[in-house]
């Protein structure tokens, strides 16, 4: 039996500040129906999906909790789970999530999979958050990540979903060695990614060029050396002046690029994924157990910071 599935990267553009939820999952819904249309079965969405990437803007640390959901499906994204139930489309949707745990109110950047039955499967909290906690005057736009959530608290887990090994990481997440290989070593398929990227650092003066480059790097990087499926999908686009990266990817186990999005704007991409395609490399040059030498790691796990 095969285990092709076909997968749609639902690239978004940009969300302004005043655009209302409503709207917003609207434009969910028709990536969705588009992404059925053409008999996907699951469908990527980006990180922080259904606000505008509000980290770029300075507020008290509870001041961006209009942006935050405290549930999930709640009212208003509860059309899109129906209609991609009624559809037979699974998802992943990235959003800001606020939560009583531990006795306290605390705030993370999430992302759910959702199975084809509407049920939630799966959540994973970003773990790398990029940026800084406090008002960086020097720089043209903020990037508070580090201010508006915790780190995540779920691991990097791996789920049996869609027919195969199925893992999440959130934007900067994908940039890391160790997001692939902790999936990796878990037997992961296909890695599921949603990313907000400026296309300008107004600190490194890097080019737009040189930053596609570096994402898409990343993200091949990762899916061939742990022979699995990487789907990254961006928010992209001017939100309120500022501008963010497409550039949506399907990259196969090989580390080959096979579905690309051409816009910066709402724009689905798609490709049949063979999950069996990710056996050859994992029992061959990448065969981990044959040729990992873990007891010359320890660093990895034992240090942080360069010593
Ligand atoms: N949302 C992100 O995590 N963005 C970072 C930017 C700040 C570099 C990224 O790694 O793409």
């Not at 999440?168 to 949603?194: H, K, P, S």
């Not at 742990?226 to 963010?244: F, M, P, Q, Y």
């Amino acid at each position: 039996m095969t285990r092709r599935i076909r997968i749609g990267g639902a690239q978004m553009g940009a969300i302004s500040r005043s655009d209302s939820k409503k709207e917003i999952v609207d434009r969910l819904i028709a990536l969705l129906r588009q992404a059925g249309e053409k008999g996907c079965e699951l469908v990527v969405f980006p990180e922080l999906a259904l606000s505008t990437f509000f980290p770029r803007w300075y507020a008290e640390r509870d001041g961006m909790d209009g942006y935050f959901e405290d549930g999930m499906p709640n009212a208003a994204t509860l059309p899109l789970f129906e209609e991609a139930r009624r559809l037979g489309i699974g998802f992943s949707l990235g959003y800001a999530e606020l939560v009583r745990e531990d006795g306290r109110v605390r705030r993370f950047n999430t992302t759910v999979l959702v199975e084809r039955n509407g049920e939630i499967v799966g959540k994973y909290r970003k773990i790398h958050l990029p940026g800084h906690a406090e008002y960086e005057p020097e720089r043209s736009h903020q990037h508070l990540e580090k201010r508006y959530f915790e780190v995540g608290n779920t691991g990097f887990q791996v789920w049996d979903a869609f027919g195969g090994r199925v893992g999440m990481a959130i934007c900067n997440d994908r940039r890391w060695v160790e997001t692939y290989r902790v999936m990796g070593l878990q037997d992961v398929e296909l890695i599921l990614i949603g990313y907000n990227t400026p296309v300008a650092d107004s600190l490194s003066g890097e080019s737009e060029t040189l930053r596609m480059f570096h994402n898409h790097l990343t993200m091949q990087a990762g899916a061939y050396q742990n022979s699995t499926w990487v789907v990254g999908v961006a928010k992209a686009g001017v939100e309120d002046g500022h501008r963010l990266m497409g550039g949506s990817v399907i990259v196969a186990p090989t580390g080959e690029i096979v579905a690309q999005a051409m816009t910066e704007g709402d724009e689905l991409i798609v490709a049949d994924c063979d999950l069996d395609r990710c056996r050859y490399y994992k029992s061959h040059i990448f065969n981990f157990a044959a040729h990992r030498r873990p007891e010359f790691y320890q660093r990895i796990t034992s240090q942080t910071g360069v010593e």
